[in-house]
């Protein structure tokens, strides 16, 4: 199991945790949808996953085989190597090309031998349908381009888990589908994929397993989306309209 939570408190500030109990399974090659308001604790939940929020209170609490409770902070850097991060924001290194931003991570990640990090690059921007940008700056792409570069970069080392925190948050339908497609694509070749997301009919187009954050607690909801996901041909129905779009959004959103 990538992820072992049981009984996780995860907290924000030192009083009341933002998510309390919370039950959470990751295994390999699993798609993982997180969705929930405006609030209600997504990006907290992908933080502890990523190492970036402290993890105290659990009775389980493992990320890629590492008990959070014990996790040293300088063991956190090459931890965070073994899995892909990928921003609503993208951030990508904006003072260089694409090709130099994969490189970085690679030479960071110690590859020296500069006819395998070209192959590798090559590989995850054929992998993305980007090898034609490697020489483009981050500023000079679209926004659905740099979102496929920073795949790129999240997939480089081949790891076992991607976290995406509203990948698709800055992009517009088409694009945001196509983003998810491949995702998609990466969850088939092994590595499991957990993302939060306010695209509720993109859950029902392509149906992976849903957790939802609400009043403090995350609750598994797959077998709720099941019931309204395609019967066997997910790719054969019709695109969601934006006012679709729309209308789900506004139901993600708080009411207050
Ligand atoms: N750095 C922080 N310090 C203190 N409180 C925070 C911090 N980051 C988030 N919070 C609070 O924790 C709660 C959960 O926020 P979080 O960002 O996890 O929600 P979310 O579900 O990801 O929301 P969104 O859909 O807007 O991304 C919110 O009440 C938020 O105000």
């Given at each position: 199991?990538?992820?072992?939570?049981?009984?996780?408190?995860?907290?924000q500030?030192?009083?009341?945790?933002?998510?309390?109990?919370?039950?959470?399974?990751v295994?390999?090659?699993?798609?993982?949808y997180?969705?929930?308001?405006?609030?209600?604790?997504?990006?907290?939940?992908?933080?502890?996953v990523?190492?970036?929020?402290?993890?105290?209170?659990?009775?389980?609490a493992?990320?890629?085989?590492h008990d959070?409770?014990?996790?040293?902070?300088?063991?956190?850097p090459?931890?965070?190597?073994?899995?892909?991060?990928?921003?609503?924001d993208?951030?990508?290194?904006?003072?260089?090309?694409?090709?130099?931003?994969?490189r970085?991570?690679?030479?960071a990640?110690?590859?020296?031998?500069?006819?395998?990090?070209?192959?590798?690059?090559?590989?995850?921007?054929?992998?993305?349908?980007?090898?034609d940008?490697?020489?483009?700056?981050?500023?000079e792409?679209?926004?659905?381009?740099?979102?496929?570069?920073?795949?790129?970069?999240?997939?480089?080392?081949?790891?076992?888990?991607?976290?995406?925190?509203?990948?698709?948050?800055?992009l517009?339908?088409e694009?945001?589908?196509?983003?998810?497609?491949?995702?998609?694509?990466?969850?088939?070749?092994?590595?499991?994929?957990i993302?939060?997301?306010?695209n509720?009919?993109?859950l029902?187009?392509?149906?992976?397993?849903?957790?939802?954050?609400?009043?403090?607690?995350?609750?598994?909801?797959?077998?709720?989306?099941?019931r309204m996901?395609?019967?066997?041909?997910?790719?054969s129905?019709e695109?969601?309209?934006?006012?679709?779009?729309d209308?789900?959004?506004?139901?993600?959103?708080?009411?207050?």
């Amino acid at each position: 199991m990538l992820v072992d939570y049981k009984k996780v408190n995860i907290y924000q500030q030192a009083d009341t945790p933002v998510l309390s109990d919370v039950d959470f399974h990751v295994d390999e090659g699993e798609f993982i949808y997180l969705i929930g308001r405006v609030g209600s604790g997504k990006s907290s939940l992908l933080k502890t996953v990523y190492f970036e929020l402290d993890v105290d209170e659990a009775e389980e609490a493992t990320v890629l085989g590492h008990d959070l409770r014990n996790l040293k902070r300088k063991h956190v850097p090459s931890l965070r190597r073994q899995m892909g991060v990928i921003f609503q924001d993208f951030q990508l290194l904006g003072d260089r090309t694409v090709y130099k931003n994969l490189r970085f991570v690679l030479k960071a990640t110690g590859w020296k031998d500069k006819k395998q990090i070209d192959k590798r690059i090559n590989e995850v921007l054929n992998d993305v349908g980007m090898l034609d940008k490697a020489q483009k700056m981050p500023h000079e792409l679209s926004g659905g381009e740099q979102q496929r570069i920073a795949i790129a970069r999240a997939i480089l080392n081949k790891p076992k888990l991607i976290v995406a925190d509203e990948p698709t948050g800055n992009l517009d339908p088409e694009t945001a589908e196509n983003i998810i497609k491949l995702l998609r694509y990466v969850s088939q070749t092994g590595t499991s994929v957990i993302m939060s997301t306010h695209n509720m009919p993109l859950l029902d187009k392509y149906p992976g397993i849903v957790y939802r954050c609400a009043n403090g607690h995350l609750h598994e909801v797959t077998d709720d989306f099941n019931r309204m996901a395609p019967a066997d041909d997910a790719e054969s129905q019709e695109q969601p309209n934006d006012a679709d779009n729309d209308a789900d959004l506004r139901q993600e959103l708080p009411t207050t």
